[in-house]
């Protein structure tokens, strides 16, 4: 028993800390700035030395990108925010709501806010002991997965009185995961009036020496790819969005392909993300605006962007059966 003068000690509870990229506070170059110079300054992201890369990044990249990214954002930016900070609002709202009063749960944006570490601490203040970190990546990457737990540690390793921590593996396998792309991209084609052509799947790009240094991004995102085929029934043409700088990036280039497509007489398409958990600026802008301009600009007229698991209910299943199995021995959850 505690000595009465003991200060109060809140423990006992479990915390799921979702966590996504993240965004600027506003659809404006200021924030975009802000927001573009802690992402870029990564080196999980840009694995140039620092000494090399800094100036280009301080005297280049955020003197002219922020205000074309800033327009990007302006094009896509809702009432409540922006749509990658709205969703995952809602996806841990849903959570909450599933996983009832034995979970705390919350989220935090890798860049931007609401940080990592302020959500970890404030896990930890409501009495968390236990805490699992979800990156809600479904394909692995040094650049998405390991930067978010990273971020986690070291809030962690400022802690005297840790909580026990568990992370969100990745589930680009997953059956329940296959299953609801699977669902999800169902009933969106059902509700189109056309029937289309080709079905591009469109994963984020990563740099082609992240594969060569053994990242399994590439290899993960073609494993979903031909998973989800295979539960369609129908071919999935596998490219890659988001180039960014100079370097050889991974290919095919999801704006090479739609140009390639509609140029050897596909007209109707559909395109999807599978590896993005909540729909953002780079599928709602890069894919379903930028995308179905390269698209009819060479021919194409029907186009379709099929939007992310979401908040919707084939998404939120699917993120309480991998909490579920991630929390098990913490809870006595089914």
Request: a positive charge.
């Amino acid at each position: 028993m505690r000595p009465a003068d003991h200060p109060p000690v809140a423990t006992g509870r479990i915390g799921l800390l979702l966590v996504n990229l993240g965004t600027p506070d506003a659809p404006e170059p200021r924030a975009v700035r802000r927001y573009l110079g802690e992402f870029l300054s990564d080196r999980r992201v840009v694995e140039i030395p620092p000494i090399l890369w800094q100036p280009i990044l301080r005297g280049i990249v955020l003197t002219t990108r922020p205000r074309k990214s800033a327009h990007a954002y302006q094009q896509v930016w809702r009432e409540d925010g922006s749509p990658l900070a709205a969703i995952t609002r809602a996806q841990a709202a849903a959570l909450a709501e599933r996983l009832g009063e034995s979970v705390i749960v919350d989220h935090a944006m890798r860049y931007g806010r609401p940080a990592i570490a302020e959500r970890v601490a404030a896990l930890k203040d409501a009495g968390c002991d236990r805490i699992l970190l979800a990156p809600l990546y479904p394909q692995y990457s040094a650049a998405t997965t390991a930067t978010a737990n990273d971020a986690a540690f070291a809030a962690l390793a400022r802690m005297r009185w840790q909580p026990a921590i568990r992370t969100l593996p990745p589930y680009y396998d997953h059956p329940a995961y296959i299953a609801a792309l699977k669902t999800r991209v169902e009933e969106e084609l059902a509700a189109l009036n056309f029937e289309p052509e080709a079905i591009v799947a469109s994963f984020h790009g990563m740099p082609q020496r992240t594969l060569d240094l053994g990242d399994p991004y590439h290899c993960q995102c073609q494993a979903t790819a031909r998973l989800l085929s295979e539960a369609l029934g129908r071919e999935l043409i596998v490219s890659f969005q988001s180039r960014f700088g100079p370097a050889k990036w991974l290919e095919p280039a999801t704006d090479a392909t739609l140009a390639a497509l509609a140029g050897k007489g596909v007209r109707k398409l559909a395109i999807f993300a599978p590896g993005f958990s909540a729909d953002c600026l780079e599928t709602l802008e890069e894919l379903a605006i930028r995308g179905r301009e390269i698209f009819q600009s060479k021919g194409g007229r029907s186009f379709a962007y099929l939007p992310c698991l979401n908040a919707g209910k084939a998404g939120i299943d699917l993120l309480e059966k991998l909490m579920k199995q991630e929390m098990r021995g913490w809870l006595d959850l089914p």
